[in-house]
C-alpha cells in the first residue's frame, strides 16, 4: 500500500481554561479536538464539516503544525510532523500551504500583489530574481489574476481577488497539500463558486490535496471524495459524500443535512430540529456527546461513548444505534 500525503492519528488538542466567575472559577480542561484520525491520499479532498467550536480550525491548525498536539500526531509522506519552528518542519511545510476564510488578514496592505506571490519563493530561497518573478505570473495567470494586478495594492482588490492572492501564495511553493479553513465564506455568494471552481481545476491539473473545512454541506459535496463530519472534537460520521448527503447514518449528520435549504424542503417538511444549543466543551456529556440532542438516544448512550465503526457499505459512523438506524434516508 503506498503511503498517505497525510495522517491524523488520535490527534488530540485540549486547552486548560478558566471556568466559572472570578474568584470561584477553577482551571477545567476544554476538549476541541479529541482523538480525531484520519487519512487523506495525494490529489485528493477530503471535507471537514460541523457546528461552529467543534474544533475543524483546531483540526487545521495541528495538520500545519502551528499548534503541538496534547496527544497523538500528525503524519506527512509517513514523516511525523516534526515541531514547528524547526528546520525539517519548514521543509515539510513547503509541501503543506494554507487558505483561511479573511484574505486581508493573510496579506499585507503595504506590499504590492506581485511581491507578496514572490515572497515566500525568497524566504524558501527558491530562484534567482527573474525566475521567481516568472514563477509568480505563471502563478497569478494560473489563479485568474491578471499581469496588471501584479503592482497593484490588497486593498485596490475585489475579496475574491484578494483570496486569488491568497492562493496564489500558497501555490507558488508547489505544495501537495492546502488546508482550507472556510476559505469562500467571507466571499459573495456569486464568486463562491467561482473560487470553488478554480480549486477543483487546480486540484485536477496539478494534483493538489485539500483538507477543505467548512459548515456549508453543499460546499463540502462539491469539493469532497470523502467527508467527515466533526460534533465536538471528535468525528462522528465519514464516508463518501453522495451516499452520505443521501443516507445519512449518525442522527447528527441527519440533522445537519436536514438543515440545507432546499427547493423541496422549502416548507421545511422533514427538517429535523436539534434540541438546545450544543453542549459546553469543558463540561461535556458522558457517553455519546451528541446523546443530550438525540432524538433517539437510549440508556447506553449516555453512559458508553461510541467509537467509529466500519459499517458494511465502508462508511464510519460513531452511534450505538447505526446498525439500526442507518441508513436513514432524510425526507
Ligand atoms: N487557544 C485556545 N484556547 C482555548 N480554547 C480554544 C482555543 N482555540 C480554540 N478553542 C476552543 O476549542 C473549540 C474548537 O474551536 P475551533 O476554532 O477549532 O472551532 P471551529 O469548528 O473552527 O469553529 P468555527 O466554525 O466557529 O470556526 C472551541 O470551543 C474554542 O472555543
Ligand atoms: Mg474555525
Not at 472559577?25 to 484520519?38: E, H, I, P
Not at 492572492?165 to 476559505?183: F, G, T
Request: glycine residues 8%; charged residues 20%; hydrophobic residues 40%.
Amino acid at each position: 500500500m503506498t503511503t498517505p500525503l497525510l495522517q491524523a492519528a488520535e490527534l488530540t488538542r485540549h486547552y486548560s481554561v478558566r471556568s466559572g466567575a472570578w474568584p470561584f472559577g477553577r482551571t477545567a480542561t476544554l476538549r476541541a479536538v479529541d482523538g480525531v484520525s484520519f487519512t487523506l491520499p495525494a490529489g485528493r479532498t477530503l471535507g471537514l464539516v460541523g457546528e461552529s467550536g467543534c474544533g475543524k480550525s483546531t483540526t487545521a491548525k495541528l495538520v500545519l503544525g502551528l499548534v503541538p498536539p496534547t496527544r497523538g500526531e500528525v503524519r506527512v509522506m509517513g514523516e511525523t510532523l516534526p515541531p514547528a519552528g524547526t528546520a525539517r518542519w519548514r521543509a515539510l511545510r513547503r509541501s503543506i500551504q494554507m487558505v483561511f476564510q479573511d484574505p486581508l488578514g493573510a496579506l499585507d496592505r503595504r506590499v504590492p500583489v506581485g511581491d507578496q506571490i514572490t515572497e515566500p519563493l525568497i524566504i524558501h530561497r527558491i530562484g534567482t530574481p527573474a525566475q521567481r518573478r516568472d514563477k509568480a505570473v505563471a502563478t497569478m495567470a494560473a489563479v485568474g489574476l491578471k499581469l496588471d494586478h501584479f503592482d497593484r495594492y490588497p486593498h485596490e482588490l475585489s475579496g475574491g481577488q484578494r483570496q486569488r492572492i491568497v492562493l496564489a501564495r500558497a501555490l507558488v511553493l508547489e505544495p501537495k497539500l492546502i488546508v482550507c479553513d472556510e476559505p469562500i465564506s467571507a466571499l459573495d455568494v456569486s464568486i463562491q463558486a467561482q473560487v470553488v471552481n478554480l480549486l477543483v481545476d487546480l486540484q485536477a491539473q496539478l494534483g493538489i490535496a485539500y483538507l477543505f473545512i467548512s459548515h456549508d454541506l453543499r460546499m463540502i459535496r462539491q469539493v469532497s471524495h470523502e467527508v467527515a463530519v466533526m460534533y465536538l472534537g471528535r468525528i462522528v460520521e465519514q464516508g463518501e459524500p453522495d451516499s452520505l448527503l443521501a443516507q445519512p447514518a449518525h442522527p447528527y449528520t441527519q440533522a445537519l443535512i436536514s438543515a440545507i435549504p432546499t427547493a423541496s424542503t422549502r416548507t421545511r417538511r422533514g427538517r429535523i430540529i436539534l434540541k438546545g444549543d450544543p453542549p459546553n466543551p469543558i463540561d461535556l456529556p458522558s457517553g455519546c456527546a451528541f446523546h443530550t440532542r438525540c432524538a433517539f438516544a437510549v440508556a447506553r448512550c449516555r453512559t458508553e461513548t461510541p467509537a467509529l465503526r466500519v459499517m458494511a457499505d465502508g462508511r464510519r459512523v460513531a452511534c450505538h444505534l447505526a446498525d439500526t438506524n442507518s441508513p436513514r434516508a432524510v425526507a
